[in-house]
């Protein structure tokens, strides 16, 4: 719904009262509510006759190339349910990044980090487990590696939420992404 029609509806206005009020066409009218920005002269008269701000007419549509840091932080956390079952920490990101059409350098980037935790993860747990065959470890050893990468890529999350929300970037910037 437009704002134009918010206001006009709040105010108990139809269409035609609110053209006849501002001298405007009731067709213009209709194209403003149906998402044509007001400008100008028309923006003036309106903001005039509904008692509001212009700039309180005028819809702001958030670019997926530069999204808000609110839908990074919300793509960046959904990697924490990969702490638990790590192929969540790739999929859900990128069912996110889907949903909400998303797809600019810094979402990929975060996908691309978890990719690269992924499979580094799955490297250090090959060379854990030949190391405990090798040197007789014990079983604590593999759990201790699981833990310390758990920890690891709960510590790149929160540290890239961190980020974003100072700076609205990500803390870990790769200069490639492999999405």
Partial sequence: MSKLKDLREQQNLTQEELATRTKLS???IQ???AGN???????KILAEELKVKPSELITTKENPENPSASVIKLINLSSIPGILFPPFNIIL???LIRIKHQFSPLTKQIVTLQILWFLGAIFIFMGASLLKNWYS??????????IILALSNLFLILRNAIEIDKKGKIYFQ???SLI
């Fill in 37 to 43: 920005e007001p400008k100008g002269h028309t923006l």
């Fill in 174 to 176: 790769l200069n490639f």
């Fill in 26 to 28: 009731v067709r213009t």
């Fill in 31 to 33: 194209r403003i509510e």
């Fill in 137 to 146: 470890l014990s079983s604590k050893f593999i759990f201790i590696v699981m």
């Fill in 93 to 95: 990101p990128l069912i």
